[in-house]
């Protein structure tokens, strides 16, 4: 399979805003590119026909892939019910609710056939696939059972860009010990680092740039500035639903490419690049 993952040190670091740009861009030069979440939690889903219902945010990405969404591209929707439980959408459909043991139990071998199969749907289908993370791949407490990175990233056989957020504070802390919890076979697939929602003068980051790159032994492949008003909706969790919005995503594409290394990325997913 042709594709990339991001995966981030957090939650909100920009995950599916990177994903939105790198489907824009590769759709923008003919290439048949697809989104893919594995899993997402979301209060808000989108009907995609057929009484089929799939997160926002992948149906935001179809969009800017220039494509229809399927089910497919987001196997798993979390609806929360309430603090410990949840409705679960499975290929679009209604599955069942369950709480988060329940759920940790019973349904981990159901969802990763789902995803398996989503996998070869898209990879059969499309020239590439552009994979989102969840939260971070650190959280150690999960990772026997997790289904939202690393382990989809194994599946695909994608490399994996990290992101952090550089508005939050603790950015090098946060780069710096996500990877260092990661197995080294893990590890090795991360190719590269970028920083987003950067505010100032970026020139004034590069020492910021060289420590990492030190310390990591990996490129930092963008430090990309934080964009207001690009009307396309970042979060599942945020905003209300039916709130109307008019996304920029040649705009917000151009902001990514013009602060990103695009044609190392895009090397990364074609493997043209040492995965």
């Known amino acids: ?40 939690m979301s209060a808000f889903t989108t009907d995609i026909g057929d009484g089929l219902h799939i997160s926002r945010a992948q149906s935001v990405q179809a969009e800017a ?7 497919e591209m987001n196997p798993i929707v979390l609806k929360p019910a309430d603090d410990r439980t949840a409705d679960i959408l499975l290929l679009g459909r ?14 981990f071998r159901i969802g990763m056939e789902a995803i398996r199969k989503s996998l070869r749907v898209l990879g ?65 697939r991360v190719k590269g680092i970028l920083i987003n929602k950067f505010r100032g003068d970026i020139r004034l980051f590069q020492s ?3 420590f990492l790159e030190n310390h990591t032994g990996l490129p930092v492949l963008g430090v990309l500035p934080y964009m207001d008003g690009h009307g396309i909706q970042e979060e599942d969790s945020l905003g209300k ?21 695009w044609p ?9 690049e040492g995965r």
């Open 94 to 107: 209604p599955f069942g609710e369950m709480d988060g043991m329940e759920y940790r139990e019973r349904f």
């Open 241 to 261: 639903e039916g709130e109307p919005y008019r996304p920029l995503y040649d705009e917000w594409a151009a902001h990514f490419r013009n602060y990103a290394d």
């Open 208 to 210: 910021g740039i060289d």
């Open 264 to 272: 190392r990325i895009r090397g990364l997913i074609f493997g043209e």
């Open 124 to 188: 059969d289908r499309y020239d590439a696939v552009v994979i989102e993370g969840a939260g971070s791949p650190a959280e150690v407490n999960l990772n026997d059972r997790e289904m939202v990175n690393m382990r989809v990233a194994r599946e695909a056989d994608v490399p994996v860009l990290l992101v952090a957020d550089i508005e939050r504070g603790g950015v090098f802390a946060s780069v710096i010990g996500t990877l260092a919890l990661l197995d080294m076979q893990d590890r090795n």
């Open 1 to 40: 399979m042709n594709g990339i993952m991001i995966q981030g040190t957090a939650s909100h670091v920009g995950k599916s805003m990177i994903c939105t740009a790198i489907c824009r861009l590769l759709a923008d030069e003919g290439i048949r590119t697809a989104p893919f979440k594995s899993q997402n």
């Open 65 to 71: 892939a220039k494509i229809p969404p399927v089910p």
